[in-house]
């Protein structure tokens, strides 16, 4: 089982991202993916989710309006659009994959929003 996320890095305030977190070694199709994030000194955070057909999504209050998470099930990939970013957001960003009593994660990527 691997998740691997990508697309984090630097950018100023204001500015756009977007995530991928690649999937292999399971049923992607049948897992709800969710991002989360953890800064620095911080406890780890849920952004936002998606249900396994891509029908539901649901956001942090801190981020709705700005991120929008969907997937790919033909592609085995999730992503998160990260739009307005704030220095707030800086994170490390990771996916999560859950179906019942399974949960995987991914090894993160760094966003950093800073002028």
């Known amino acids: 089982v691997q998740l691997v996320e990508s697309g984090g890095g630097l950018v100023q305030p204001g500015g756009s991202l977007r995530l991928s977190c690649a999937a292999s070694?399971?049923?992607?199709?049948?897992?709800?993916m969710s991002w989360y994030r953890q800064a620095l000194g911080k406890e780890r955070e849920l952004v936002a989710t998606?249900?396994?057909?891509?029908?539901?999504?649901d956001y942090a209050s801190s981020v709705k309006g700005r991120f929008t998470i969907s997937r790919d099930n033909a592609k085995n990939t999730v992503y998160l659009q990260m739009n307005s970013l704030k220095p707030e957001d800086t994170a490390v960003y990771y996916c999560?994959?859950?179906?019942?009593?399974?949960?995987?994660w991914g090894q993160g990527t760094q966003v950093t929003v800073s002028s």
């Open positions: 998606v249900t396994s057909v891509g029908r539901s999504t």
């Open positions: 999560k994959a859950v179906r019942g009593s399974l949960a995987y």
């Open positions: 070694g399971f049923t992607f199709s049948s897992y709800v």
